[in-house]
């Protein structure tokens, strides 16, 4: 064990923190490493004290002390009250200049808070997104940083070390934008994660159900798909997952998996915050609902004996069709669910004055974490060339893509409705689409029940200004500025 100057500490020792730990102590860097319960500790540094240099400590002063100024503390521990316990413990025994960096799923308002307070006392706050699970973790994760630039002066190359690396040798990442940017760009990233997990769900239901294919046919779809545009981390495990046999009852594995999906919070979070920006989500909002019904045992219990159609079998040659259609469904839907993240990124970027890089998001997405995937480059190269593009689906590339997309998305979600499948992600998504490139919408007959019930006035497409019209009256029109 070395008793070296730490570049850098990391406290809390659970799964995800030991193994950022271990990510800088096998990437050369003499890691400083402190738990609550230092058993734990004293665990690490005996089993993995061969991959590198780590100094461990009992208490918080000797794990301070270990550290090279400015000091670098990671805390990797639960979000909320347990992180500002933490802060409070370490912040009075840090000088100005020092960096505390908080690593889990905070809440950004949380971050923003913390960061303001911290930044009263001349020490860093920065909250950083980390995607990429407990491999991730340990062999390069995404890693979405915010809090100032002077920060990531002294942090960056440390994370541009451990981070996974895209196919053109990038980091995975960059400074993300100030105060709680970070953890907000990877609570967006979860949204669209719910989203793309959803629609690979509803993909798979649809050739269950309706073109008949077994999972382990079901498996070989998507590993082909994964040779294609389709390609993706997600895809690529749905394959694996599909494939796999139950050693217990010999069954498909997904068979004996109970259908109740379980969520810790972000994608719900991203949903809220949309809602408070204004920002249609649709398809990411109907992906946390999904979950949320699949979940509801007793709903779902008493509903079982409701009326509903049964799926007409097909023949091997038309389920194949309709299996081409299913993709086409799922890569349209894939575009939107990122098209409505990004839109979300932009909005808080402006609500909140960060000032975010869209390109650079989509960079650092490119490996590591869990919603890589091959397309993400061309999302990259759309907002470099135009930063001001207001959505994805302006970028003519994937307007034509999705444009020879729609038939059979609307194909497939026609078959769902036929055949009684849920396919709300696939729904909400082409409802987006179809929205933004309608020429008209009811929002105008809304605006009149508004102006009748509450006077809520509205905007005419003939001339400027606000009005309002006397309904309880002769029904004379009054301009209201």
Request: hydrophobic share 45%.
């Amino acid at each position: 064990m070395s008793t070296s100057t730490a570049r850098i500490g990391v406290t809390g020792l659970a799964v995800m923190g030991s193994n950022l730990a271990r990510n800088f102590a096998r990437n050369g860097f003499t890691v400083a490493v402190h738990n609550r319960t230092a058993s734990r500790t004293t665990a690490l540094v005996e089993e993995f004290g061969h991959e590198g240099a780590f100094v461990a400590a009992e208490s918080a002063k000797e794990f301070v002390d270990a550290l090279e100024r400015p000091r670098r503390i990671v805390v990797m521990v639960k979000a909320g009250e347990p992180t500002d316990a933490v802060i409070r413990e370490f912040a009075p025994l840090l000088e100005e200049g020092d960096v505390i960096i908080d690593g889990g799923n905070a809440h950004f308002e949380d971050t923003r808070r913390r960061e303001r307070e911290l930044r009263e006392q001349g020490i860093h706050f920065v909250g950083v997104g980390i995607s990429g699970g407990e491999e991730g973790a340990l062999l390069g994760p995404s890693i979405m940083p915010g809090g100032s630039k002077e920060s990531y002066a002294s942090l960056g190359p440390l994370l541009e070390k451990i981070a996974a690396k895209a196919a053109d040798g990038t980091p995975c990442t960059s400074h993300v934008g100030p105060d709680g940017a970070g953890h907000f760009v990877k609570m967006v990233h979860n949204g669209i994660e719910y989203a793309d997990m959803q629609l690979i769900g509803e993909a798979y239901h649809l050739l269950r159900e309706v073109a008949g294919y077994s999972p382990a046919m079901i498996a070989q779809t998507f590993r082909d798909w994964n040779r294609g545009r389709l390609d993706s981390y997600l895809i690529e495990i749905t394959a694996e997952v599909l494939a796999h046999t139950d050693a217990a009852t010999g069954q498909a594995f997904v068979d004996v998996v109970a259908d109740a999906a379980e969520q810790k919070g972000t994608g719900r979070w991203t949903v809220q915050i949309a809602l408070d920006l204004g920002v249609p989500v649709s398809g990411i909002a109907e992906a946390v609902f999904a979950r949320a019904v699949s979940g509801h045992a007793d709903l779902r219990s008493a509903a079982r004996g409701l009326a509903g159609p049964a799926p007409a079998a097909l023949s091997p040659e038309a389920a194949d069709a309709f299996a081409a259609q299913v993709e086409e469904a799922l890569y349209a839907s894939k575009i939107v669910s990122y098209t409505q993240g990004f839109h979300q990124i932009r909005a808080g970027s402006e609500e909140y004055g960060w000032d975010v890089d869209l390109g650079a998001v989509a960079s650092l997405w490119r490996g590591g974490c869990i919603i890589r995937a091959a397309f993400l480059d061309r999302i990259r190269a759309a907002y470099d060339a135009r930063p001001d593009l207001p959505s994805l689906l302006a970028d003519e590339r994937f307007a034509e893509e999705i444009g020879a997309a729609q038939q059979g998305w609307r194909a497939v979600i026609t078959a769902a409705v036929g055949a009684g499948i849920p396919v709300p992600a696939f729904a909400a998504s082409l409802a987006y689409y179809d929205a933004l490139r309608a020429e008209r919408l009811p929002a105008a007959l809304t605006q009149g029940q508004r102006d009748f019930f509450g006077a809520h006035t509205y905007r005419r497409t003939d001339r400027a200004g606000s009005f309002h019209t006397h309904w309880s009256g002769d029904r004379t029109e009054v301009s209201t500025d």
